[in-house]
């Protein structure tokens, strides 16, 4: 249910970040509640699982419910961004993907930043007790990463966009630009307004905790 873009040796985005809404307050909440999913999910509590009947009962969930699954694990990412042995590759707002997708497995060196704690803390302990293997796993806001200029020739970024206002996006797209190496791939996707679970979607980030709040068609975006 999402919109995709991608991008060889991107150009630098344009947009400003003129939305009104402060940008620590919504990094914050979207972490937070991300944070609250995790420690519940280590409790055994799946929060998905318990969501109230008038989203259940919405004439629009069943559509959502049979496009999920897909998320950072759509083979079209890597694909795309061809990982090979050397590369260094950089999931922005990584959740817990390398424990639902494995991508710590592909050829290129994993690299997870996320601006959940929980998280980040979560994939730690795992990483250390299974011995995988990873770069690096960083607590940061995705709009200021605490990397060089140019240290990734692969990244992507997943189910994160859509919390935001467009100018904070913009201001992801920008750093994104400059993490990359001259060259380097790039993965991002939106969600599809115009699919028909759109709305049930919105509903149950809502009631997460984590309002949709990018709403722009494919070209909008792809102006940014």
């Not at 991508?103 to 998280?119: A, F, I, K, M, R």
């Not at 200021?144 to 020739?153: H, R, Y």
């Not at 994104?176 to 980030?205: N, Q, S």
């Amino acid at each position: 249910m999402t919109n995709s873009a991608s991008w060889r040796g991107m150009g630098r985005p344009r947009a400003s970040c003129d939305d009104g809404v402060p940008r620590e307050d919504g990094v914050a909440r979207v972490a937070g509640s991300y944070d609250r999913t995790i420690r519940e999910g280590i409790k055994g509590r799946d929060l998905y699982r318990e969501l109230p009947e008038r989203i259940t009962g919405h004439p629009a969930f069943r559509s959502f419910s049979a496009s999920e699954g897909n998320g950072s694990g759509n083979p079209a990412i890597r694909d795309f961004l061809a990982p090979m042995p050397g590369e260094k590759f950089l999931d922005m707002g990584c959740c817990a993907n390398i424990l639902n997708y494995r991508l710590d497995e592909w050829p290129s060196e994993y690299h997870g930043v996320d601006g959940s704690g929980e998280t980040i803390a979560l994939l730690e302990r795992v990483v250390k007790r299974e011995g995988r293997k990873v770069g690096g796993l960083y607590r940061a806001p995705v709009h200021e990463m605490p990397f060089p200029g140019g240290m990734f020739q692969l990244a992507a970024c997943v189910g994160v966009l859509e919390y935001f206002p467009a100018g904070y996006a913009a201001e992801v797209l920008r750093e994104a630009h400059r993490v990359l190496a001259p060259g380097g791939r790039f993965y991002v996707d939106i969600p599809d307004t115009g699919h028909p679970g759109f709305e049930a979607m919105c509903m149950v980030e809502e009631h997460m905790g984590r309002p949709i709040m990018l709403r722009i068609r494919p070209a909008e975006f792809a102006g940014m």
